[in-house]
C-alpha cells in the first residue's frame, strides 16, 4: 500500500473509537505515526490531509458506500476504512486520479480480506467514481424519507445527536451554517507579534495574500494550501524567528470581540494549556501569568515566551477548581475544557469521540472552575470565561447558573455562539465582573 495510505489507516484506527479503545486526539496520533516514519514531504502532507478530510466526512463516505453495497455491516470494519478513504480521495483529492485510488485500494482490499472482496471494492469505488455529482444532491441522502435529523446527519457527517442538540439550541437555519462549517476545513490561523517592529509591514503583507479570508491586525486567516512563497514569504522562516505563530483567527477574534484591550491586569490564565492565548495576551502588552491542570501543556511556554521575544511569563501546575490566588488578579480568564463542538472543523475527531453522556461532567467541572474563580475574583475585577463549543448547557446556561447563585455577578458582555461563515468556528464568551472598583498592583 502507498506509504500515505497506510498511515492515514493507521492514524484512523487509533483515533476512532471502537468496543477496545474510546479512541486518540488526532494531532497526537499522526504526531506519533509521522515520527516514525520516513516519509517525504508531500507524503506527510497527503497522510495529514486523508486523516483529517476522511474524519471530517466518514458519516457521509459511510452513507453513500452503503447504497452500493449489499449488506454493509458484513463488510469487515478494515475494509470498510479502505473503502472510505479511498471514497474520500476520489470524491475531493482534485489531485489523485481516480484509477489510482482504485488500484490501491482494490489491492489493500485483497491483502486485507482476500480475493472475494476485492472484486466487491472494485466494483463499489467505480460507482463512487462514475457520477461524483450525484453525492451533491440533497435528494442523495432523502431517498428512504429519513427524519430532518437522520437526513442532516448524513449529508454533512455529522453524529445524530449534535445535528439534534443544535436543532434544539439554534434552529434550523444556524443548524444549518453550522454543519456546513464543520464538513468543511478550518482556514490557517496566524497571529502576527505585535510586540515587534516590522508588525505593520508584515501583516499588510499577509492581508494582501490572494485568497486572504479575514485580517483584522493582528490577526489573519487564509485558506489551506496557501502558497507564501509565491508572495515572497517564508513562512517557516517567520514562524521560527517569532513574527508570526499559528493560531486559530475564532480563537482570537473571541479575546477581541471580549474587550482584550481593556481588561484590568494581571491577567492570570488559569487554563493555559499550551499557552496559545497567554502568548496573544502578552504581546497584546499585559501582565500574564499561566496555570493548567495538566504540567506537560505548559512545558513548552518558556520555549515560546523566549522565540516571541517576551519576558519569561510565570506558570504553575494548578486545577482551577481549587483555585487559590496569593495575590488577586485584575482578570481570570477561564478558557475552559468543552466539548469543543464549535471546533469540529480543526478537531473533526471530537464529533465521533465525544459521547453526549460527556456533556453532565464538563457542566460540573465549568460550574466548579467558575465559582471558584469568582471567589478569587477582586472587586472590580474581570471573570472572562470562554469555551469553543455550540451547547447552551456549557455557555450562557453555565453563566446563568452562576449568576443565580451570586446575585451581585454583572455580565459586562458576551460573544454568542453564533455561526461564522468565513472562518468555520464558532466560540462562546462572557465578560463577568464583581462589584466595586478595580485596585491590582
Ligand atoms: C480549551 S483548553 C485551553 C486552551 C488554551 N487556553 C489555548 O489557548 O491554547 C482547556 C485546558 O484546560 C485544562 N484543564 C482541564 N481541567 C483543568 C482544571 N481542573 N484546572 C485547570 N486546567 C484544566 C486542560 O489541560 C486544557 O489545557
Redesign the pocket.
Same mark, same amino acid.
Given at each position: 500500500m502507498p506509504p500515505a495510505r497506510r498511515i492515514a489507516l493507521t492514524v484512523l484506527g487509533r483515533v476512532l473509537p471502537s468496543s477496545k479503545s474510546p479512541g486518540q486526539d488526532v494531532q497526537a496520533a499522526l504526531d506519533v505515526a509521522l515520527a516514525d516514519s520516513t516519509l517525504d514531504p508531500r507524503d506527510r502532507g497527503l497522510a495529514t490531509e486523508l486523516v483529517y478530510g476522511y474524519l471530517r466526512l466518514c458519516g457521509r463516505l459511510d452513507y453513500i458506500l452503503a447504497q452500493f453495497l449489499k449488506n454493509p455491516a458484513a463488510v469487515p470494519l478494515a475494509v470498510r476504512r479502505i473503502l472510505g478513504l479511498a471514497a474520500y480521495e476520489i470524491l475531493h483529492c482534485a489531485k489523485v486520479p481516480a484509477y489510482a485510488s482504485v488500484d490501491w485500494a482494490v489491492s489493500a482490499v485483497r491483502k486485507a480480506s482476500g480475493k472475494g472482496l476485492s472484486g466487491m471494492a472494485n466494483a463499489v469505488l467505480r460507482r463512487v467514481a462514475a457520477d461524483p455529482g450525484a453525492f451533491e444532491e440533497p435528494g442523495f441522502y432523502r431517498r428512504d424519507r429519513p427524519s430532518e435529523v437522520v437526513y442532516l446527519s448524513r449529508a454533512f457527517s455529522c453524529p445524530e445527536w449534535i445535528v439534534s442538540l443544535w436543532l434544539g439550541a439554534c434552529g434550523p437555519d444556524e443548524t444549518r451554517q453550522h454543519l456546513a462549517a464543520q464538513a468543511e476545513p478550518a482556514p490557517l490561523g496566524l497571529r502576527v507579534n505585535r510586540a515587534r517592529p516590522e508588525a505593520k509591514a508584515l501583516f499588510d503583507a499577509l492581508a494582501a495574500l490572494p485568497g486572504a479570508l479575514y485580517a483584522v491586525f493582528p490577526t489573519i486567516a487564509v485558506p489551506t494550501g496557501t502558497d507564501f512563497a509565491a508572495a515572497g514569504l517564508n513562512l517557516p522562516e517567520l514562524l521560527a524567528s517569532g513574527a508570526l505563530s499559528r493560531q486559530s483567527a475564532a480563537?482570537q477574534d473571541v479575546l477581541y470581540r471580549l474587550g482584550l484591550p481593556e481588561w484590568p491586569e494581571p491577567v492570570f !490564565? *488559569?487554563?493555559?494549556?499550551?499557552?496559545?492565548?497567554t502568548l496573544l495576551i502578552a504581546e497584546a502588552g499585559k501582565r500574564v501569568f499561566a496555570?493548567?491542570?495538566?504540567a506537560p501543556?505548559l512545558a513548552g511556554l518558556p520555549r515560546e515566551a523566549a522565540r516571541l521575544g517576551l519576558p519569561p511569563i510565570p506558570a504553575f501546575r494548578?486545577?482551577?477548581?481549587k483555585m487559590a490566588l496569593a495575590a488577586p488578579a485584575g482578570t481570570i480568564l477561564l !478558557? *475552559?475544557?468543552?466539548s469543543g463542538l464549535g471546533v469540529l472543523s480543526r478537531r473533526p475527531d471530537a464529533k465521533w469521540r465525544r459521547q453526549p453522556e460527556d456533556i453532565a461532567g464538563l457542566i460540573r467541572?465549568q460550574g466548579a472552575?467558575l465559582e471558584a474563580a469568582y471567589a478569587n475574583l477582586a472587586p472590580g475585577g474581570r471573570l472572562v470565561y470562554v469555551t469553543?463549543t455550540i451547547h447552551p448547557a456549557e455557555n450562557e446556561k453555565a453563566i446563568d447558573r452562576l449568576g443565580g447563585r451570586h446575585r451581585d455577578l454583572i455580565l459586562d458582555s458576551e460573544a454568542p455562539a453564533v455561526p461564522d461563515p468565513v472562518l468555520g468556528e464558532t466560540f462562546y464568551g462572557a465578560v463577568l465582573r464583581k462589584p466595586g472598583s478595580c485596585r491590582v498592583p
Open positions: 480563537a !490564565d *488559569a487554563c493555559a494549556g499550551r499557552g496559545g492565548k496555570a493548567d491542570m495538566h501543556r494548578a486545577s482551577a477548581t !478558557d *475552559a475544557p468543552c467541572l472552575m469553543c
